[in-house]
């Protein structure tokens, strides 16, 4: 009868959260892999900072929308491989960034000190993201906090840092 059809409902819904990692679990490198080349490319035309704008936006919208439809298995897969795909740009982008600032005769030091830079973020980021996301809670419980709080102000940022600290340099 009834818990027949719920226990098939539920085997149903965990079969389909399993497909769904295994399909995000390739299709993560695969969207990672093709933004490298493609943000270069669109570099080229748009320039750097454009392209780190778009980027940028794109992982605050895919990290948005991952929080309000990543539960259903198609959105998931869907939008974790934008996310991957929004990351991609950090390969290729940054590197060449840091060289345009900086120029070539250490570009190899200059770009181990921002990789070490990230990996400190990485590590220290996440409390400081929760600490901020336990005031804004405490401060304004209405309004939904995401980790788009973190990401929203990067397209922002890549359009004007970036753009004057190169003029200046």
């Not at 719920?6 to 990672?32: H, P």
């Not at 035309?45 to 980027?55: C, H, L, Q, S, V």
């Not at 600490?131 to 102000?153: H, K, S, Y």
Request: net charge neutral; hydrophobic share 50%; charged share 20%.
């Amino acid at each position: 009868g009834r818990e027949e059809r719920t226990r098939r409902g539920r085997a149903v819904g965990q079969a389909a959260a399993v497909d769904s990692l295994g399909r995000v679990a390739y299709q993560d490198r695969i969207a990672n892999g093709v933004a490298r080349p493609l943000c270069g490319w669109l570099s080229d035309f748009i320039g750097r900072e454009n392209a780190m704008f778009f980027a940028f936006a794109l992982g605050a919208f895919s990290i948005w929308a991952f929080s309000r439809w990543g539960e259903q298995p198609v959105a998931f897969v869907v939008l974790a491989s934008v996310v991957f795909f929004a990351w991609g740009e950090v390969a290729s982008l940054f590197p060449a960034t840091c060289t345009d600032c900086f120029g070539t005769r250490y570009a190899t030091a200059n770009v181990g000190l921002m990789y070490t830079a990230k990996g400190a973020a990485s590590l220290l980021g996440a409390g400081y993201l929760g600490a901020l996301q336990d005031r804004a809670e405490r401060e304004f419980p209405d309004v939904d906090f995401e980790l788009v709080v973190d990401c929203g102000d990067a397209p922002g940022h890549a359009l004007a840092c970036l753009r004057a600290g190169v003029k200046r340099i």
